[in-house]
């Protein structure tokens, strides 16, 4: 089992800026691929930003140009930086690991863009 647990998630106003962070525990071992995905009240969840254990990351369209990702393999940790953020990156940001073809995931951080 991998454990995941989101943090800083919150309330911004629009063009401002937010960093979520996610520690990943358990067996953590051969753990492929990190990511952020998200979700709002009746849609299926979406991808935002991948990254591989070697540093090759993936962006969702609607946030290239601002969002950034990051994974520490010494501290199990992956990263996103969300900048310029709009109304309509309201959402719940969901971690996820890949490991042996098994997604996991976290319990998942609000962020609130808002003015």
């Known amino acids: 089992q991998v454990h995941l647990v989101e943090s800083g998630g919150g309330s911004v106003q629009p063009g401002g800026s937010l960093r979520l962070s996610c520690a990943a525990s358990?067996?953590?071992?051969?753990?492929?691929?990190m990511g952020w995905y998200r979700q709002t009240p009746g849609q299926e969840r979406e991808l935002v930003a991948t990254v591989t254990s070697v540093g090759n990351t993936h962006y969702a369209d609607f946030v290239k140009g601002r969002f950034s990702i990051s994974r520490d393999n010494a501290k199990n940790t992956v990263d996103l930086q969300m900048r310029s953020l709009k109304p309509e990156d309201t959402a719940v940001y969901f971690c996820?690991?890949?490991?042996?073809?098994?997604?996991?995931w976290g319990k998942g951080t609000l962020v609130t863009v808002s003015s």
């Open positions: 358990g067996n953590i071992f051969r753990i492929s691929v």
């Open positions: 996820n690991a890949r490991r042996n073809s098994r997604d996991y």
